[in-house]
């Protein structure tokens, strides 16, 4: 069964860093642009980071920019988020995505029925 499995997230004070790594299952990545997104309690998901399996272009949602990286390394079948400069408002579960043909802006907007189980990053001092 096609699943990933994300991992990395925990309690950081603000301004710490933390790096996620989202595995993929059952399937390659490589035939896939991959997104991270983020669930905050109350609110609905938002695509965070994507990044393309043809030519690894990236997008960056606004609130990240310069603070976030998005990585694949598809030998192992993962991507990374390097989260730097952390600030109480990333604290959300973490979630990756999958969707093969399409575009990183596109596909940090999609939204998604199901997710995996996450990882829970929490910014607080």
């Known amino acids: 069964q096609a699943q990933f499995v994300e991992s990395g997230g925990g309690l950081v004070q603000p301004g710490g860093s933390l790096r996620l790594s989202c595995a993929g299952s059952?399937?390659?990545?490589?035939?896939?642009?991959i997104g991270w997104f983020r669930q905050a309690p109350g609110k609905d998901p938002e695509g965070v980071s994507c990044i393309s399996n043809s030519d690894s272009s990236t997008h960056y949602a606004d609130s990240v920019k310069g603070r976030f990286t998005i990585s694949r390394d598809d030998a192992k079948n993962t991507v990374y988020l390097q989260m730097n400069s952390l600030k109480p408002e990333d604290t959300a579960v973490y979630y990756c995505a999958a969707r093969p043909f399409t575009t990183v802006e596109a596909m940090c907007v999609m939204r998604f029925d199901n997710w995996g189980q996450g990882t829970q990053v929490t910014v607080s001092s």
């Open positions: 059952g399937f390659a990545l490589a035939y896939y642009t």
